[in-house]
T-cell receptor
Framework: DSGVTQTPKHLITATGQRVTLRCSPR?????VYWYQQSLDQGLQFLIQ???????AKGNILERFSAQQFPDLHSELNLSSLELGDSALYFC?????????????FGNGTRLTVT | AQSVTQPDIHITVSEGASLELRCNYS??????LFWYVQSPGQGLQLLLK??????LVQGIKGFEAEFKRSQSSFNLRKPSVHWSDAAEYFC??????????FGTGTRLKVLA
C-alpha cells in the first residue's frame, strides 16, 4: 500500500460530461502529480502541485484542470469528455517538489467515456 | 531531446531464470534514475532509485540495477525470477528540476 488514495476506482460516463477525480497524498507528502496512462500514449504527465501551488505542467488539455487544497488533497477535473479521454488516471505524491523525491502512486481511476 | 527508451515491449522468461530489462536515456547531464513495477490493476511501485555514488543499486524484491554513464543505460536485473514478478516494468528519469520522463514499459511474462 503506497499510502496514496484515489477515488473513485472506476468511472463510466458519456461524451460531453464532466467528472472529478480525487487524490489524497501520502501523509507528509506535499507534492501531487497527475498522470494519464493509455495503451497508445503510455504514461503522460499532466500537472504537478506542491503545497497548494502549481509547479509544473505537462500535456494537460485545456478541458482539464486541477487544484490542490489546503489539506493537500487534489482534484483533477475533466470536462467536455471525449472518447479519447478514456484512460487510467494516476495520482502520485512525493515529499518534495524536485526530481530527487521518488513518486508514490495510487492505484488509479479508470475512466471510460462512452 | 530528453527521452527514455525501453527497447523490449515484451519479455518472457522461465521461472528461476535470470532477468535483465534494458533502459536507455537521453539527457545532457546525469539524471535521477528510477525503476517502477506495475502489477495488473495496481499503481506503479518504486523498485529502486539511483541518485549518485555506487553505480550498482539494490532494490526491493531482489532487484538490482546498474548505471552505466558511458552507455546512458540503467538496466534492471534479477538473478532468479519468480512467477510473482510477472508485471510491467517502467524506467523513469528525473531531469531538470521538476520533470520525470517514463519509458513505455516492458511487460514481463514468467513461464512456470
Amino acid at each position: 500500500d503506497s499510502g496514496v488514495t484515489q477515488t473513485p476506482k472506476h468511472l463510466i460516463t458519456a461524451t460531453g460530461q464532466r467528472v472529478t477525480l480525487r487524490c489524497s497524498p501520502r501523509s507528509g507528502d506535499l507534492s501531487v502529480y497527475w498522470y494519464q496512462q493509455s495503451l497508445d500514449q503510455g504514461l503522460q504527465f499532466l500537472i504537478q502541485y506542491y503545497n497548494g501551488e502549481e509547479r509544473a505542467k505537462g500535456n494537460i488539455l485545456e478541458r482539464f484542470s486541477a487544484q490542490q487544497f489546503p489539506d493537500l488533497h487534489s482534484e483533477l477535473n475533466l470536462s467536455s469528455l471525449e472518447l479519447g479521454d478514456s484512460a487510467l488516471y494516476f495520482c502520485a505524491s512525493s515529499v518534495g517538489d524536485r526530481v530527487n523525491s521518488p513518486l508514490h502512486f495510487g492505484n488509479g481511476t479508470r475512466l471510460t467515456v462512452t | 531531446a530528453q527521452s527514455v527508451t525501453q527497447p523490449d515491449i515484451h519479455i518472457t522468461v522461465s521461472e528461476g531464470a535470470s532477468l535483465e530489462l534494458r533502459c536507455n536515456y537521453s539527457y545532457g547531464a546525469t539524471p535521477y534514475l528510477f525503476w517502477y513495477v506495475q502489477s495488473p490493476g495496481q499503481g506503479l511501485q518504486l523498485l529502486l532509485k539511483y541518485f549518485s555514488g555506487d553505480t550498482l543499486v539494490q532494490g526491493i524484491k531482489g532487484f538490482e540495477a546498474e548505471f552505466k554513464r558511458s552507455q546512458s543505460s540503467f538496466n534492471l536485473r534479477k538473478p532468479s525470477v519468480h512467477w510473482s514478478d510477472a508485471a510491467e516494468y517502467f524506467c523513469a528519469v528525473g531531469v531538470g528540476t521538476y520533470k520525470y520522463i517514463f519509458g513505455t514499459g516492458t511487460r514481463l511474462k514468467v513461464l512456470a
